[in-house]
């Protein structure tokens, strides 16, 4: 079973080596933190705040070329979490004739999280990724220091 998630937010975890720029999803009543690099952030963090660049980014080019070929961002997906990496897929559609054509692809999740939070599309998440990575809201602090 999957759930509807939301980006609450992109702040930093601790993780070994020391902090870590993360994106923090609210999915089934918890935080799932989910660690990306520090461009990823940048990226996923303007697209929230809305902040308009003077050129694309590459998430930017990429809607916008999908766009012009006629397709369409449908959901993504964080579907899997092995070994602590996490997996995600992009389903998207174009139509041609009238007649819907399907497309999955795999993408690493900052990629994925970049491009929905750009063309606001669903985002889910396995009820397995949630269990294995879920963490209470009151465990993670935002940079103002509030909770939630």
Known sequence: ??????VVGVGTGSAPGG?????????RGDYLPIFVSADQAQSIGTALE???????????????ILTEF?????????DDLRDGT???????????????????FDARPSDALA????IDCP?????????????????VRFDDGSRD
């Open 1 to 6: 079973m999957t759930h509807e998630a939301e």
């Open 19 to 27: 902090d870590v720029p993360a994106v923090i999803l609210s999915v």
């Open 50 to 64: 809305g902040e308009p660049f003077d050129r694309p980014l590459t998430h930017d080019l990429l809607v916008e």
């Open 70 to 78: 006629g397709g369409a961002i449908d959901r993504v997906r964080i």
């Open 86 to 104: 996490f997996y995600a897929k992009v389903d998207a559609e174009r139509y041609e004739d009238g007649e819907p054509e399907q497309f999955v």
């Open 115 to 118: 491009l929905a939070v750009r």
């Open 123 to 139: 985002i889910v998440v396995a009820d397995s990724v949630i269990d294995e990575a879920g963490r209470p809201t009151d465990s």
